[in-house]
C-alpha cells in the first residue's frame, strides 16, 4: 500500500506492506537508524518519535495509521553543530552511556517538557515510566531534563 | 606545521570531561549492529525448542521452503556436517577431588536434543525478515518431550540431563581449609546461619544481540558485525574451537554496542550460526534478536542456593566462616559460567574481614534452564550478598551496632598487603574511611529519629549496611591460568602519533557505554601533554587493533589503560632521544612535562608535536634509530584491584500494601584514582540501579516445566526511573598499588553492593531473619503477617 | 507480524460493512494492545479496519450532569481536556495513571473498553460510574457490558461510539499498578451519588466488576470504617506470579479504602 507522509520535514511517499510499522519505514525504508528497537511489547520507549507532536512508541504505529502525519525522530530535533536544548543537556549531565535508549528518552523527554513545563525530579522520574534505560541508573537522565526544561521554555540559560 | 592545541597546564586526568562520543548518540547517528546492512543480505530467524527438555525425532522442513522468498532451512545435523566444533567452556575448574569439571558438548545448533526452553537448533534464511518468520512457523519438528528439571538443588536428584554427567553436578569445587574451619565453629562462641538464594536475574541490556556476517568468496574473508565485549575473544573461539574460519581470514568487529552488563561477553550460537550460514548460502546473512529471544537465550545471571554460618567470638570477632552454595549453571557452560561461581565468588568471602578461617563448597549444576554466566558483578555479589546478610544478621542476633560490629572486623589499614584465607591478596585499602564518610553522609545518628516520623506516616522504615570489597582488573595471566583460564587476561594498547602530533589509540577493551573514547583520551592526553580532542580512541575490530581481550570484570582502565601509560611511556623515551639529536644533548639530560621535550637547566625545548614531526622526516635525526612515532605494549597485571566500599540503603514500608520504597541510598566507594569522575559516578549509578533492582524487582523464573514466566518486560521488571531515588555517590582514595595510574575499577560495585544493602533495610523494616529476593509487594505483605 | 489487509473507511458503515466482508476483520483504534499482539504473532487477522477516519468518533460532550467521551478519544486528551477534568475529574486522573505517556498519547477509550483486558484502567470507570456504552446499533449498560475475560457483549462487528458517563457527587479511583507491565493489579473506582455508591473493581478478576458487598456498605456509611468491615472473599480471582488471589483480594480492601480517604477530602 501507499504511505505519505513527512519526516523531519521531508514528505515521502512509500509503497510498504500493510503489515509495516512505523518504526520500521524509519529505520529501513528511510534509513533514519537513530530510532532504535530494544523490545517486542511495546514497553522499553527506545523507538519514541513524535508524531504530530506527540511522544509514541514508533513500534506500536502501523505505517498506514501514519498517513499525512508529521513525524520527528531524533535527527530531526537539532544537528551535530546545533544541538537541541535537551540534546545538550544529556550532555553535559552524562545522561547516557551506550546511547541505545537515548534517541527515544530523549524525545519523551522533549514532549514530556512541552506537556508539563514546570516539572521537578519526582515529576520527570514519573514522566519517563515509558522508557528503560539500564546504564545510567536514570539518575543523571533526571538531571538532564531538569537543566533542558527552562532552556526549552525559555526560562534561562543557553541554546 | 600545524600544532594541536595543548592544553599544557591542566591534567586530564581528574578531570570531568564530557564524554567525546556523546554526539554521536544524541544526534541518533550512533552505528549499532542492526544499523548495519549488506546488499543482498538475508534475514535469519531461529528456530528454538518449545521445550525445556527433549529428543528432536524430526525437522520436516518442506512446508516452510515453499514461503516465498526463503532461501534455506539449516539445522544444527547441517553445521555438524560442515565440521562445526562446539561452544567451549573457556574456564576449566578443578574439582575438591582434583578431577577436571564436567563440561557437557555444547554444539551451537542443537541436533538431537534440545535442553533449555528457547535453545537454537536451526534457522530461516529469507529475503525478508517476515518471511523468514513465517517459514520458521511451519518447519514442522516433531520432539519427545522428557521431565525437565529447573531447580538446581532438586537437579541433583534427579535424572541426567546429559550423559555422564552424574547427578547433573559439573563439579565439586571447594576452597579454603575446611578441617580449621568447622573446628572454629565448634568453638565459637556464637554461629549466625542463614539460608539464602540469590535470585537468577536476566540481564537486558537495552540493545538486543545482533550479528551480521559477510563472507568474500574471492579472499576467503569472514567478516562478523556482532555486539560484542570482546571481540578478539569471539574471534579466537570461533577459530580455534568452533573452526568457521582461520584467524586470519576472520575479522570481528564490534561496532557501537548498546550495553553488555556481562551478557556480550560470551559467544553464543546465533553469531556463530549467521556468520556460517553466510559462507554457506553465498550471502551475508544478519540477525537481530527480539526482546523474548534475548530473555530466553541470553546467558543469565546469579542463582544460588547457599547455605551460611559466620562463627563469632564473645567479643564478637568473626573466627570462621562457612559456605556451601549450588549454583545453577542451566544447561549446559557458558563461555566463563564455571568460573563466576568459583573463583570470582568463594575467593570474595572474606570481605572486608579478618576472618581466620574460611572455607567454601560449591557445586555448579546443570538444569533445563538457560545457561548462567558473567551479569555484572558476576559472583562478588553473591558472595557480598551471602558476607553482608550474615554480618547483618550476626549483629541483629548479638543486639550489636551492625557498622560497629563491622569496624572491629574489618582488615586495617596497617594490615596490608593482606592475605586472606581463600587465596587473594589485597594489596590496599581503608575500609573503615568509607565507612566513616556513610554513615556521616547516611545522618546515621539519626536514623531512629526519620524510623520514628515514618511510623507517624504508617510506614515501617528500615536501614541496610553493605561493606563490599570486589576484586575486579582482570587477571594476572599465569595466575588466571593456573586456577584454569583458557586465555591470558592482559590487554594491549596502540598508540600511533601522527606526522601532525595528533594522536590515534587503539585498544583491546571495549566500550559499549564505559566512555573509553573519552576516559582512555583523557589518560593518553594527560601523559602527552595535549588536549583529549587531539586523541582518538579506536577499538571493537580485529582488523585494527592487534589484539584484546575486551570488557569485562571492571578491568578496562585498570589494564588496557595501564597498557596505553606502557606505550605513552615508551613514545616518551624515543622522543627524548629524538630531542636530544635536535636540542644537542644528552638523552639523560632530557625531561617531558606539559607537552613539551626539555632539556634541564636550559630553555631549549620542543613540543611534543614537533617531535612527532621529526620522527616522520627524519632529517635531523640520531642516527641508528627507527623513524616513526607508534609503539605498542601489553599490560599484564600483577594482582587484582580491590575497590570497596560502604554502601548504605533505607527503605520505607507500606504495611498495607507491602510495597517497599528505596528512599535513601549512599555508596561511599574507593577505586583508587579517578580519571573521569563524572564517568565514574554514572557507572556507580547504573549499578546501584541494577542492584537494587536485584533486590526489589527482578526476577527470572521458570516453572516446573522449564517454562520460562518472565519473558518479557509485561513480567520482568526492569527498574524505570520511577523506581528509583537519587543516589549519593561519594568516594574515598587509596591508589592501587600495582598498576601505574593506580586505579581499581569501578563499572561493578554498584551491582556488587548494593543488593544486601537494601535486603539489610527490608529485613531491618520488617523484623525478619531473611526475604527471598526480590521483596516484592505480597511477599513482603505476607512477612508482615508473620 | 502476519500480513493483512489494512482499511481506513469513512463511515461506521462503511467500516460496519468491511468487517462483515472479512474473513476475520478487526477494528483498529489506537492499536496499542492490537499492534503488540500482532507483532507478537498472538493475533492474525485478515483485515484490519482502521476506525481513525470515522468522523465524529472523537468527541467531548458535558451536559446535563453526563459526561460524553467519544470512543477514537485518546488517553492524554482524557487527562487533560479541561471539561472532563472539570466534570469528572476522576476520568481524568485514571486516564493518567494508563500505561505511559506514549501509550496514553495513542490508547483510547473505545479500544480500552472494547478489548476488556482484566487488568485495564477504563472498565473500572465504566462499571464505577454506571457508564451507558453507546454502539453504532444500541445502547449498552455498564453492568452488562463486561462478560469475561476479554469478552463483552459487543456482539461482531459492533463499533462502540462513545461512553456517557454520569457525574457522581464525587469519586476516586486507586490503583495498584503492576511494576512491570504498569497495569492494574487492581483498580478500584468508589462514586458517591448521593442517593446510592458504586464500586468498580478491575485486575481482581477475569474482567471489570462491581463490589457489591462495598457498595452495600458503603451506602450505609461512607466511611473507611466500613470499608474494612466488608469481607472480599478471593474465589475466582486472578492469581499469577506477582500476585495471588488472596493477595488481590486484599488490595481491593486498601485501594478501596484509600479511594474512600479521597473522596471524603
Known amino acids: ?60 504505529v502501523l505505517a498506514a495509521q501514519a498517513e499525512g502525519a508529521e513525524v520527528t525522530t531524533i535527527e530531526g530535533i537539532g544537528s551535530a553543530e546545533r544541538l537541541h536544548p535537551m540534546q545538550e543537556a544529556f550532555r553535559e549531565h552524562h545522561a547516557l552511556q551506550c546511547g541505545f535508549c537515548t534517541p527515544g528518552m530523549i524525545m519523551a523527554a522533549i514532549d514530556l517538557v512541552q506537556r508539563q513545563p514546570n516539572l521537578d525530579r519526582r515529576a520527570v522520574r514519573e514522566g519517563l515510566e515509558g522508557n528503560l534505560c539500564r546504564c545510567t541508573g536514570y539518575h543523571n537522565i533526571v538531571s538532564a531534563v531538569m537543566a533542558a526544561a527552562p532552556r526549552m521554555t525559555g526560562g534561562g540559560g543557553h541554546g | 606545521m600545524a600544532e594541536p592545541a595543548a592544553a599544557a597546564t591542566t591534567r586530564a586526568i581528574g578531570t570531568p570531561a564530557l564524554r567525546k562520543e556523546d554526539r554521536r548518540f544524541i544526534t541518533g547517528r550512533g552505528q549499532y549492529t542492526d544499523d548495519l546492512n549488506q546488499p543482498g543480505q538475508l534475514h ?199 573452526k568457521i574460519a582461520p584467524e586470519h581470514k576472520l575479522r570481528v568487529i564490534a561496532p557501537d554496542v548498546g550495553g553488555g552488563f556481562g551478557s556480550k561477553i560470551f559467544v553464543y550460537a546465533e553469531e556463530t550460526a549467521v556468520l556460517w550460514a553466510a559462507r554457506r548460502v553465498g550471502r551475508p546473512v544478519k540477525w537481530t534478536a527480539e526482546r523474548s529471544e534475548s530473555f530466553l537465550a541470553d546467558a543469565h545471571g546469579r542463582d544460588h542456593v547457599t547455605h551460611a554460618e559466620l562463627g563469632l567470638d564473645a567479643e564478637g570477632r568473626f573466627v570462621a566462616l562457612k559456605v556451601h552454595t549450588i549454583a545453577n549453571l542451566g544447561a549446559y557452560l557458558s563461555t566463563f559460567g564455571s568460573s563466576v561461581p568459583t573463583y570470582l565468588y568463594g575467593t570474595l568471602l572474606a570481605g572486608q574481614y579478618r576472618t581466620p578461617n574460611i572455607f567454601v563448597e560449591v557445586h555448579g549444576v546443570y538444569t533445563n534452564t538457560a545457561p548462567v554466566d558473567a551479569y555484572r558483578g558476576a559472583g562478588r ?249 607508534s609503539e605498542k605494549a601489553f599490560y599484564d597485571p600483577q594482582n587484582f584491584t580491590y575497590p570497596a566500599g560502604t554502601h548504605i540503603a533505607e527503605v520505607e514500608i507500606d504495611e498495607e500494601t507491602g510495597v517497599v520504597t528505596l528512599v535513601d541510598f549512599v555508596a561511599v566507594d574507593d577505586f583508587g584514582n579517578v580519571v573521569n569522575p563524572m564517568i565514574v559516578h554514572g557507572q556507580v549509578h547504573g549499578g546501584l540501579a541494577q542492584g537494587v533492582g536485584q533486590a526489589l524487582l527482578e526476577h527470572g523464573v521458570y516453572d516446573a516445566f522449564g517454562q520460562l514466566q518472565t519473558g518479557s518486560y509485561m513480567d520482568y521488571c526492569l527498574p524505570r526511573a520511577d523506581d528509583l531515588p537519587d543516589f549519593r555517590v561519594d568516594t574515598t582514595v587509596t591508589p592501587c598499588t600495582h598498576n601505574p595510574l593506580g586505579v581499581k575499577g569501578c563499572g561493578e560495585a554498584g551491582a556488587i553492593g548494593s543488593p544486601a544493602a537494601v535486603m539489610n533495610a527490608v529485613t531491618d523494616a520488617l523484623g525478619v531473619r531473611d526475604l527471598p529476593m526480590p521483596a516484592t509487594p505480597e511477599k513482603v505483605w505476607r512477612a508482615l503477617r508473620g | 507480524m502476519y500480513s493483512f489487509q489494512y482499511h481506513r473507511p469513512t463511515s461506521l458503515e462503511e467500516a460496519a460493512a468491511l468487517y462483515q466482508q472479512a474473513d476475520d476483520g478487526i477494528y483498529l483504534a489506537g492499536g496499542q494492545t492490537l499492534i503488540p499482539t500482532m507483532k507478537q504473532r498472538l493475533a492474525a487477522p485478515s483485515d484490519v479496519i482502521d476506525l481513525a477516519g470515522v468522523p465524529g468518533l472523537d468527541a467531548v460532550d458535558v451536559a446535563d450532569g453526563r459526561v460524553s467521551v467519544g470512543a477514537f478519544v485518546r488517553h492524554a486528551r482524557v487527562a487533560a481536556d479541561p471539561r472532563i477534568r472539570a466534570a469528572l475529574p476522576v476520568l481524568s486522573a485514571l486516564a493518567e495513571c494508563i500505561g505511559d505517556a506514549q501509550v496514553r498519547n495513542c490508547g483510547t477509550l473505545g479500544g480500552s473498553v472494547a478489548n476488556s483486558d482484566p487488568a485495564a484502567d477504563y472498565p473500572a470507570a465504566v462499571i464505577g460510574l454506571g457508564a451507558t456504552i453507546h454502539t453504532d446499533q444500541r445502547r449498552i449498560a455498564a453492568d452488562d457490558f463486561f462478560r469475561d475475560l476479554f469478552e463483552t457483549a459487543l456482539d461482531p462487528g459492533e463499533i462502540i461510539t462513545r461512553i456517557e458517563f454520569p457525574v457522581p457527587r464525587r469519586a476516586a479511583y486507586r490503583k495498584f499498578p503492576h511494576p512491570a507491565s504498569r497495569y492494574a493489579v487492581v483498580g478500584v473506582l468508589v462514586a458517591d451519588f448521593g442517593d446510592r455508591v458504586r464500586v468498580g473493581i478491575t485486575g481482581a478478576g477475569p474482567c471489570a466488576f462491581r463490589g457489591t458487598a462495598l457498595e452495600e456498605a458503603l451506602q ?44 471524603l477530602r
Not at chain 1, 510498504?16 to 530494544?38: D, F, I, Q, S, Y
Not at chain 2, 574456564?91 to 575438591?96: A, D, N, S
Not at chain 2, 613539551?596 to 640520531?622: G, H, I
Request: aromatic letters at 6%.
Open chain 2, 44 to 242: 535469519a530467524v531461529f528456530l528454538r525448542s518449545p521445550h525445556a527438555r527433549a529428543r528432536i525425532d524430526s525437522i520436516d522442513t518442506r512446508e516452510a521452503l515453499g514461503v516465498e522468498g526463503v532461501v534455506a532451512v539449516l539445522t544444527g545435523h547441517d553445521m555438524a556436517e560442515d565440521g562445526l566444533g562446539d561452544l567451549p567452556c573457556g574456564w576449566l575448574v578443578k574439582q575438591k577431588d582434583g578431577s577436571d569439571m564436567v563440561s557437557a558438548p555444547h554444539p551451537p545448533l542443537a541436533r538431537d536434543v534440545v535442553n533449555y526452553v528457547g535453545e537454537p537448533y536451526g534457522l530461516v534464511l529469507a529475503e525478508t525478515r517476515h518471511a523468514a518468520h513465517r517459514a520458521a512457523e511451519l518447519v514442522a519438528t516433531e520432539f519427545s518431550e522428557r521431565a525437565a528439571v529447573v531447580d538446581p538443588a532438586a537437579a541433583m536428584s534427579s535424572e541426567d540431563i546429559h550423559t555422564g554427567v552424574i547427578g547433573n553436578v559439573a563439579y565439586d569445587w571447594v576452597l579454603g581449609d575446611q578441617a580449621a574451619t568447622d573446628a572454629a565453629l565448634a568453638s565459637a562462641a556464637h554461629v549466625t546461619r542463614l539460608d539464602l538464594i540469590n535470585n537468577r536475574l536476566i540481564p537486558n541490556a537495552i540493545e538486543p544481540r545482533a550479528a551480521l556476517g559477510v563472507v568474500d568468496p574471492a579472499t576467503g574473508e569472514h567478516i562478523l558485525y556482532t555486539t560484542s565485549q570482546n571481540p578478539h575473544l569471539e574471534r579466537l573461539v570461533l577459530s580455534a574451537f568452533v
Open chain 2, 381 to 629: 555479589p553473591e558472595a557480598t550478598y551471602v558476607v553482608e546478610r550474615l554480618v547483618e544478621t550476626a549483629a541483629r542476633e548479638l543486639g550489636r551496632d551492625p557498622a560497629e560490629l563491622r569496624r572491629i572486623n574489618m582488615i586495617r589499614p596497617e594490615d596490608f598487603p593482606y592475605q586472606t584465607p581463600v587465596a587473594l591478596v589485597y594489596d590496599t585499602g581503608n575500609y573503615q574511611a568509607s565507612l566513616d564518610k556513610a554513615l556521616e553522609l547516611i545522618d546515621y545518628a539519626n536514623f531512629p529519629t526519620r524510623r520514628a516520623e515514618a511510623a507517624r506516616r504508617g510506614k515501617r522504615r528500615g536501614i541496610g549496611f553493605s561493606c563490599y570489597i570486589e576484586a575486579c582488573g582482570l587477571a594476572p595471566s599465569k595466575l588466571a591460568i593456573q586456577l584454569g583460564a583458557g586465555v591470558g587476561l592482559y590487554e594491549s594498547g596502540e598508540i600511533r602519533v601522527n606526522p601532525t602530533g595528533s594522536v590515534t589509540v587503539y585498544t583491546g577493551s571495549h566500550s559499549h557505554g564505559q566512555g573509553h573514547e573519552t576516559t582512555f583520551a583523557q589518560v593518553v592526553a594527560d601523559r602527552f601533554g595535549i588536549g583529549i580532542d587531539d586523541v582518538e580512541v579506536v577499538h571493537g575490530d580485529t582488523g585494527r587493533i592487534e589484539f584484546g581481550l575486551g570488557t569485562y570484570g571492571s578491568r578496562s582502565l585498570a589494564v588496557g589503560g595501564s597498557a596505553l601509560v606502557k606505550a605513552a611511556d615508551k613514545l616518551i623515551e624515543k622522543g627524548k632521544r629524538i630531542a636530544a639529536h635536535m636540542l644537542e644533548s644528552d638523552v639523560e639530560a632530557v625531561d617531558f612535562a606539559d607537552g613539551r621535550f626539555r632539556v634541564r637547566d636550559s630553555n631549549q625545548s620542543l613540543s611534543f608535536a614537533e617531535v612527532a614531526f621529526a620522527a616522520y622526516v627524519p632529517s635531523n635525526y640520531p642516527d641508528g634509530l627507527e623513524p616513526g612515532f
Open chain 3, 220 to 263: 450505609q456509611d461512607l466511611s473507611t470504617a466500613a470499608v474494612d468491615a466488608v469481607e472480599v472473599p478471593d474465589a475466582g480471582f486472578n492469581s499469577d506470579l506477582f500476585a495471588s488471589a488472596d493477595y488481590r483480594a486484599h488490595l481491593i480492601k486498601v485501594m478501596a479504602r484509600r479511594a474512600v480517604e479521597d473522596l
Open chain 1, 1 to 60: 500500500m501507499k504511505v505519505s507522509l513527512s519526516v523531519n520535514g521531508t514528505s515521502h511517499t512509500l509503497e510498504v506492506p500493510a503489515n509495516t510499522l512505523l518504526v520500521e519505514v524509519l529505520r529501513e525504508h528511510l534509513r533514519l537508524t537513530g530510532t532504535h528497537v530494544g523490545c517486542d511489547t511495546s514497553q522499553c520507549g527506545a523507538c519514541t518519535v513524535h508524531l504530530n507532536g506527540r511522544a509514541v512508541k514508533s513500534c506500536t
